[in-house]
Nanobody
Framework: QVQLVESGGGLVQAGGSLRLSCAAS????????MAWYRQAPGKQRESVAG???????NYADSVKGRFTISRDNAKNTVYLQMNSLKPEDTAVYYC????????????WGQGTQVTVSS
């Protein structure tokens, strides 16, 4: 079992920055991939950024160059630094963790609201 707790959301003006945190606990040694997703009202949940246990990263085209995902293994925490925020970044942001042993399973955090005003 893996537990995820997000923090760092809030209200920011367009062009501003926020940093989201996702603290993992439990069977963290089984985590293969951690990622951030977001879901805006009336839209499907979409992938924002991911980071593998080896440190490889990937980003959605819409956030490349503005968002940075990173991890602090000592703190079992993954971060999403969001710069140059746009109103279209407004959404609930969710942290996820994928484990592959004993079976493939995705864990989710409770979500944190990010609102970007124009």
């Amino acid at each position: 079992q893996v537990q995820l707790v997000e923090s760092g959301g809030g209200l920011v003006q367009a062009g501003g920055s926020l940093r989201l945190s996702c603290a993992a606990s439990g069977s963290i040694f089984t985590i293969n991939l951690m990622a951030w997703y977001r879901q805006a009202p009336g839209k499907q949940r979409e992938s924002v950024a991911g980071i593998t246990s080896g440190g490889g990263t990937n980003y959605a085209d819409s956030v490349k160059g503005r968002f940075t995902i990173s991890r602090d293994n000592a703190k079992n925490t993954v971060y999403l630094q969001m710069n140059s925020l746009k109103p279209e970044d407004t959404a609930v942001y969710y942290c996820s963790a994928v484990t592959i042993k004993p079976t493939i399973h995705t864990y989710w955090g409770q979500g944190t609201q990010v609102t970007v005003s124009s």
